[in-house]
């Protein structure tokens, strides 16, 4: 089951290790969005995922970046977006198989390290995506296997 919060994803409401999730684009941009909460936090998420695309490796639709930065904190970067814009057949830039693809990633990164996985609504902002597509995903990828979701509506 997911657990929905008030409050602030880059401050997970829970004891252990924790993984924070959000949607990355696969063009390298960062600037806009939760991402801005993150880098308000730590540094190195941008600094990483930044790199990563530069490197050109493994930097594609699915693909997921852990970070650590802190004590039983780790970022997890998935590129689940298309560019940043609609496109001209108004085909929004979220990619929901590119989103589960990242999901079954960060599944068994929680798994290996018994982690609990905090987000925003994922997909629903700047991506364009719709929560009634992208909760069904959740729930068929970390719920299934049995990892802890909390999903977080800023206050």
């Known amino acids: 089951m997911i657990q929905?919060?008030?409050?602030?994803a880059t401050d997970p409401q829970k004891e252990?290790?924790?993984?924070?999730?959000?949607?990355?684009?696969d063009i390298g941009g960062w600037g806009k969005g939760f991402v801005l909460a993150i880098s308000k936090k730590w540094k190195t998420p941008e600094k990483e995922y930044r790199n990563w695309f530069k490197s050109d490796i493994n930097f594609n639709l699915g693909e997921i970046q852990l970070i650590n930065v802190e004590s039983e904190i780790w970022i997890a970067n998935m590129i689940g977006q298309h560019k940043v814009n609609t496109n001209s057949q108004g085909i929004?830039?979220?990619?929901?198989?590119?989103v589960e693809e990242?999901?079954?990633r960060i599944t068994s990164e929680a798994l290996k390290l018994?982690?609990?996985?905090?987000?925003?609504?994922?997909?629903?902002?700047?991506?364009?995506?719709?929560?009634?597509?992208?909760?069904?995903?959740?729930?068929?990828?970390?719920?299934?296997?049995g990892v802890e979701v909390y999903v977080y509506d800023f206050e």
Do not use: F
Not at 114 to 134: F, Q, T, V, Y
């Open 16 to 25: 252990g290790n924790k993984i924070i999730a959000h949607i990355c684009n």
């Open 4 to 8: 929905y919060l008030k409050g602030d």
């Open 102 to 104: 990242c999901l079954k």
């Open 92 to 98: 929004p830039p979220i990619r929901y198989k590119a």
């Open 114 to 145: 018994n982690a609990s996985i905090h987000m925003p609504r994922i997909g629903c902002g700047l991506a364009g995506g719709k929560w009634e597509e992208i909760e069904p995903i959740i729930q068929e990828t970390l719920v299934k296997n």
